[in-house]
């Protein structure tokens, strides 16, 4: 694992105020179509989902963030929840939303019964505690149901992907960790998981064209996901530009 550093630590303010300002957008019908129809373009993360959690099951985003996935999965026709670390954001959620299921707490010790959960999804979470994920990935294994799946994201160590950071890096306080596959595939077996597989996923511009992205970004969060969407067929023919590994875990039906 490779220890990035960034002058803003990852604490639940920081969270709150990254989704700010982007969580106004999930509870309009325009965004609601454009990240359905963007999952539905062939998003691994999304296959992943459908093939091993069935419609219906209970599915938990570990990390919702401004709650687009826990929105995308109830309208698939499974009974999904959310959880995030940042009270302020689980709270902008439960009044936007006040018929969905919001939890606020950390992933390393999350309020949800033992074995209730069919599925659950963490986008990029796991990787911010400086002692490691096994914490995480312990509870992520007791949530869930002898059986049931887990897909997860971490940031992709490669070459490329260490040069897009460094780029904002500095010597302040730990932010998240790299995984190579291998040092992925050992966090989540140590932990007790059946892998069922691990592939690179979510190719990005910020690996690909750094300069590129940091100006599209300055323009606003709507622009850089438009663009994004125009870079895409770009993008997929450059394996490098893979930001994030996700992995596919079984808990055993024996333990």
């Known amino acids: 694992m490779f220890a990035e550093h960034r002058p803003q630590a990852s604490e639940p303010e920081f969270w709150a105020d990254h989704f700010r300002a982007h969580a106004a957008h999930v509870s309009r019908g325009w965004y609601r179509r454009l990240f359905a129809w963007n999952r539905h373009l062939g998003d691994p993360r999304w296959r992943a989902i459908r093939r091993w959690v069935r419609p219906g099951g209970r599915i938990l985003d570990a990390g ?6 826990v ?76 059986g049931g799946v887990a897909v997860m994201t971490v940031p992709r160590d490669s070459r490329a992907m260490r040069q897009a950071v460094g780029a904002g890096a500095s010597d302040g306080p730990f932010y998240q960790f790299l995984f190579d596959e291998a040092s992925l595939r050992g966090e989540v077996e140590k932990a007790g998981f059946e892998v069922v597989a691990i592939r690179p996923t979510e190719r990005h511009m910020a690996v690909a064209f750094p300069t590129l992205y940091a100006r599209i970004r300055s323009r606003g969060h709507l622009f850089e996901a438009l663009f994004g969407l125009v870079l895409r067929p770009v993008l997929m023919l450059m394996p490098e530009s893979a930001s994030m590994l996700m992995v596919v875990v079984r808990r055993p039906e024996t333990s």
């Not at 919702?64 to 996935?69: A, L, R």
């Not at 009974?79 to 009044?95: F, I, K």
Request: proline share 7%; net charge negative.
């Open 71 to 146: 929105s995308f999965l109830g309208d698939q026709g499974y009974r999904a929840e959310g959880l995030d670390y940042s009270p302020e954001l689980v709270e902008t959620l439960r009044q936007a939303f006040p018929n969905g299921r919001w939890l606020a707490g950390p992933v390393q010790a999350m309020p949800v019964e033992s074995e209730s959960v069919e599925g659950l999804i963490s986008w990029g979470v796991i990787e911010h505690d400086p002692a490691g994920p096994q914490a995480a990935l312990v509870e992520i294994r007791r949530v869930l149901k002898r």
């Open 64 to 69: 919702c963030g401004v709650g687009q996935w």
